[in-house]
């Protein structure tokens, strides 16, 4: 699979994340509006397609990304809770997707070295969230990673 696939998946599965978070709406109506190419709120998420519309999206990566962030989504808190310098319900909800997305990642798939894992974390909060949030976000999966996955 290419990479560009599977960063537009990690993309499409922030955003699903986020909606999800927001809305409470159960993970499979989510994954459906966005497979089904439902248009997301462009002012709102910075998203300028509709969605999995984009060419070489990995929609298998993006349904794994998407329900193992949704359920275990309490786990992952859990995991990222001493990481984090403040309580976790003071986050961004933009800064939690991301947060949990690569938790998620760092502790499931094996096959995605931590180091991209952080990079493309980075890289989605740089376009998707608050404008020093990838500081915040490279400091706590940095601190994180080496808890969680062996180098």
Not at 35 to 63: C, I, M, N, Q, W
Not at 92 to 109: C, G, I, K, P, W
Not at 116 to 140: P, Q, R, T
């Amino acid at each position: 699979m290419k990479p560009a696939a599977r960063r537009n998946a990690r993309q499409f599965a922030l955003q699903a994340i986020y909606s999800w978070q927001i809305t409470k709406e159960n993970v499979a109506t989510v994954e459906e509006q966005f497979l089904s190419g439902g248009k997301y709120d462009e002012e709102e998420h910075h998203a300028a397609e509709p969605a999995l519309t984009a060419p070489e999206t990995d929609v298998v990566y993006f349904r794994d990304l998407l329900t193992g962030v949704a359920l275990n989504h309490t786990e992952l808190d859990s995991k990222l809770r001493p990481f984090v310098s403040r309580p976790m319900q003071d986050l961004d909800m933009m800064e939690l997707a991301l947060l949990r997305l690569a938790m998620y990642e760092m502790t499931s798939r094996e096959d995605v070295p931590y180091k991209v894992v952080i990079n493309e974390a980075i890289e989605l909060a740089k376009v998707f969230a608050a404008e020093d949030s990838h500081k915040f976000v490279n400091g706590v999966l940095d601190k994180a990673a080496p808890h969680v996955r062996k180098k």
